[in-house]
């Protein structure tokens, strides 16, 4: 295999990663925007995953396992909600409990359904996403370097990923041009602000709130939908956190998400290439080791490249109403 075909290859593959890393990133962003702190996308995932995987299984429809997925993902979203706007409770610890809480359930919920350790059974045909060719994919494949690009890297992916790609362009969209997105945004800065105006802070609040675990239920259910032929459990392996490592390096702007996202995706689809390659001076480098990469990596960009990140100000402190 050529240089060429092997930087498609791992291209290809970092997009494929990256896009529930995208989705959860998204929602943190949306959350965050609106000062409510959620350390729980990874619960949140994971939840959805499995009901995704469960309800495709029982009506053999992926569409409708998207739906369960984010309804899933949805109810504990509003959970984290409660606690945190509702009751003004440690937005920390409670994500935390949601994290808890779904690694928890999942697991032994599956394994009473299903008997199999906590795994659904396999998906197949209309259960799962099928990849989408583009128009002219096949056509451009002779093209040299762009027809591979377009044929391999941009097209043949599920619907889910343009649909990671539409959702980071209307939440740019919807954070800086609309008004309701506005108002997200001054209530993650300065809610007595918002409140003066006569706006409810704690109904913008939810909304993100919601908008955020609809993000984590289409990440979830790609998961097992689509990058995956069922539902495993842990399959999130710590997705949720990298993608708030990816909202910090981005600075909390959806394009710059975008980017974040695909090179934490991208690191990923290179240490599964160099999984069993012996390299010079070193050898047959520890699968372990190889699969600690990523993780590494991304606390080495943090430290080192990132330069100051400015959360939203009023992030992680519950709005008590001034009488």
């Given at each position: 295999?050529?240089?060429?075909?092997?930087?498609?290859?791992?291209?290809?593959?970092?997009?494929?990663?990256?896009?529930?890393?995208?989705?959860?990133?998204?929602?943190?962003?949306?959350?965050?925007?609106?000062?409510?702190?959620?350390?729980?996308?990874?619960?949140?995932?994971?939840?959805?995953?499995f009901?995704?995987?469960?309800?495709?299984?029982?009506?053999?429809?992926?569409?409708?396992?998207?739906?369960a997925?984010?309804?899933?993902?949805?109810?504990?979203?509003?959970?984290?909600?409660?606690?945190?706007?509702?009751?003004?409770?440690?937005?920390?610890?409670?994500?935390?409990?949601?994290?808890?809480?779904?690694?928890?359930?999942?697991?032994?919920?599956?394994?009473?359904?299903?008997?199999?350790?906590?795994?659904?059974p396999?998906?197949?045909?209309a259960?799962?996403f099928?990849?989408?060719?583009?128009?002219?994919?096949?056509?451009?494949?002779?093209?040299?370097?762009?027809?591979?690009?377009?044929?391999?890297?941009?097209?043949s992916?599920?619907?889910l990923?343009?649909?990671?790609?539409?959702?980071?362009?209307?939440?740019?969209?919807?954070?800086?041009?609309?008004?309701?997105?506005?108002?997200?945004?001054?209530?993650?800065?300065?809610?007595?602000?918002?409140?003066?105006?006569?706006?409810?802070?704690?109904?913008?609040?939810y909304?993100?709130?919601?908008?955020?675990?609809v993000?984590?239920?289409?990440?979830?259910?790609?998961?097992?939908?689509?990058?995956?032929?069922?539902?495993?459990?842990?399959?999130?392996?710590?997705?949720?956190?990298?993608?708030?490592?990816?909202l910090?390096?981005?600075?909390?702007?959806?394009?710059?998400?975008?980017?974040?996202?695909?090179?934490?995706?991208?690191?990923?689809?290179?240490?599964?290439?160099?999984?069993?390659?012996?390299?010079?001076?070193?050898?047959?480098?520890?699968?372990?080791?190889?699969?600690?990469?990523?993780?590494?990596?991304?606390?080495v960009?943090?430290?080192?490249?990132?330069g100051?990140?400015?959360?939203?100000?009023?992030?992680?402190?519950?709005?008590?109403?001034?009488?």
């Amino acid at each position: 295999m050529d240089a060429l075909s092997i930087a498609i290859a791992v291209f290809d593959s970092g997009v494929r990663l990256s896009v529930p890393l995208l989705f959860a990133c998204l929602a943190g962003l949306w959350s965050e925007r609106s000062g409510v702190v959620d350390i729980g996308l990874e619960g949140k995932m994971l939840v959805a995953a499995f009901a995704a995987a469960a309800a495709a299984h029982a009506t053999h429809s992926a569409w409708i396992g998207v739906l369960a997925g984010v309804g899933a993902s949805v109810a504990f979203a509003l959970v984290h909600g409660f606690a945190a706007i509702s009751q003004r409770g440690n937005q920390i610890v409670s994500g935390v409990a949601i994290n808890m809480l779904a690694a928890g359930l999942t697991a032994l919920v599956g394994n009473a359904w299903y008997s199999q350790g906590g795994r659904t059974p396999p998906l197949d045909g209309a259960a799962r996403f099928q990849p989408v060719t583009l128009p002219g994919a096949e056509a451009a494949r002779g093209v040299p370097v762009i027809g591979p690009l377009y044929a391999d890297v941009l097209s043949s992916h599920t619907v889910l990923v343009y649909g990671a790609l539409l959702a980071t362009l209307l939440t740019a969209v919807a954070l800086k041009r609309t008004r309701f997105g506005l108002r997200i945004r001054a209530v993650g800065e300065n809610p007595a602000a918002v409140d003066t105006a006569g706006v409810s802070v704690a109904a913008l609040r939810y909304a993100a709130v919601i908008i955020a675990g609809v993000l984590c239920g289409f990440g979830g259910a790609y998961l097992s939908l689509a990058q995956a032929a069922g539902f495993l459990p842990g399959m999130t392996a710590g997705k949720g956190f990298i993608a708030l490592a990816a909202l910090i390096f981005a600075k909390w702007r959806a394009w710059p998400a975008l980017g974040a996202c695909f090179l934490f995706g991208l690191l990923d689809a290179i240490s599964i290439r160099l999984q069993g390659v012996s390299l010079p001076w070193v050898g047959l480098v520890p699968v372990q080791a190889i699969q600690a990469l990523p993780y590494a990596l991304t606390v080495v960009l943090l430290a080192g490249f990132i330069g100051r990140a400015i959360p939203p100000r009023a992030s992680g402190l519950p709005y008590v109403k001034e009488r």
